[in-house]
Every structure is written in C-alpha cells, then in structure tokens.
C-alpha cells in the first residue's frame, strides 16, 4: 500500500468517521462521494483550500493507482483507498475558514467598492460565462442570453418580492453551462454565499431561495450540486471566502483587487461567474 502524507485539512473532513467511494478523478483532484451523499475532495498542494477537503503533497493525480469506485474509509486521521492508497494526515493542519457576515454599517461603503469592481470586469473581461463579449458562433451567443436572462430574472424576483419569479430564475440557471461546474450554478453560488451571510434582508425569501436550489439541484452534476449546498452553508473556495470577508470588513480597494485577481484563477470563466453573482447579490441590498 503506497503511503504519502497531508500537508492541511478542512475541519469538517476528518471531524467524523465516514466511508464511501470514489466518485470522480482529475489531474489535480478527486472526489469521494460518501454514504451520506457528500463530496469530499482530496487535492493536490496547489489547489486553493476549501470545504471538505484533504490537501497532499503531491503535484498530479495521475501518478496515484486511483479508480472510479474504489471503496473509501476514514479511520482516526487516516483516509485509506481501498488497499491500495493511505493518506496520514497526523501532521497536517486545520485549513483557516472566515465567518461571512455582511456588515450593514458597512452597506454604503460596500456597495461602492463592488460597483468599481464590476464596472472593471465589464471592461477588461471576456470570459465564457456571464462576463463574455465576443461570441464564436450563435449557440454562444444563445447560451449567454439564457444566462443574463437568468439572471435579470432571479433579480427582479428579490426586487418584486415574487416568489414564481424565483423558481423560473433558479430552474432557468441551474445546470446551465459549460464545464464542471456551469456557469449558471456558479452565479447562483456566488448569489447563494451573499444572501445568506445578511442578517437583516428578508430571511423569508432568501430562505426559499434556499428551498428551491436544493430541491432543484439535480438539474445539474454532483460536484454543483455540492458547491451549492456549500454556499447556502456560506462556505466556498478560500479566493472567494477572503474576498467576502474582506469586503465585509471594509478593506481597501487595493486588497479587494488582489483578491479578485485571486479568484479569476478559480476555473474557465467559475472564478468570474462566482463573482457576478456576488456583486449581482449586493445590488439588491
């Protein structure tokens, strides 16, 4: 049995006994899916920290004896694939994680901040989601409609106060894209993320909002479905969980722009898609 070593962990991957199997495998991730149907990723040392997760000092995937389906227990702070794979994580260490709560006497001075960080992406970005401008056929050109409808929809659902409104705005989005993750769940992510960390907005609506992802989200693939269900838990990637935190702590424009930067790198266009939701949640406060 090949033995290698983790460098962190979040706290919730090794805070209770689970078993299950291997979902998926990728160059620089893979994927448990446990009995309890949660996901759970082992990444590679590079990979931004996140929710249920175990980092390892490897560089790729590919040089791991790793099979879809391959049984999966944690025992203690071990993590044992099948006969074939032990990862000790005795000496690794808890990964940071930043409580998200939106500070309403910082509203004025948010708002700004995210109308200058927007207003930059509408002029610098051309990305393949919400952000695209140049089009390389019309089926393109017809998806990223369906996702700014999408979007103006779920908007003026918070606007109206109209709870049919959100459940086409959510059924239009989810699922809708290309990629791991599409972007249409990316932005409901990022929207997820800001809805939840406000205390004083309707918690009603939001909480149907919450209602209807879940309900709904097997519109769209295992690992969405659990980015999703992070988000209304308010936790996502460290990139996008530092820039909330620091914009809700007032930081200046200079720290947010490092941190944007930061989350450009999440993905294709995941990083830019996440943050128009973010800032599409902050208009509406």
Known sequence: MKKIQ????????????FSGTIHSVFERTFNIETETNKLMTVAT?????????IKINETSMKYLPLEIGMAVSHVGKRLLIADVLEIDCEEAKVMEELP??????KALEIKRHTTIINNYLEINLDTVGFYRKTFPNDVEEVMHRFLMNGKETLESAFEKDDSSLLEVGVSSLLGLGHGLTPSGDDFLTGFLLVLNS????????TGLL????QENCRKTNAV??????LAIDKRALKPVQQFLYDLYRGSSMLTLNK???EILRIGSSSGSDMLAGILSAIRLY
Do not use: A, W
């Open 224 to 229: 969405s479905q659990n980015q999703l269900k």
């Open 6 to 17: 983790g460098v962190s962990y979040s706290n919730d991957f090794l805070e209770t006994t």
């Open 45 to 53: 040392h590079p990979i931004f920290d996140g929710p249920q997760m």
């Open 259 to 261: 941190r944007v930067e």
């Open 198 to 205: 406000q205390t004083d907005t309707n918690r009603e609506f």
């Open 100 to 105: 998200l709560v939106f500070s309403k006497e």
């Open 210 to 213: 919450n209602q209807l992802v």
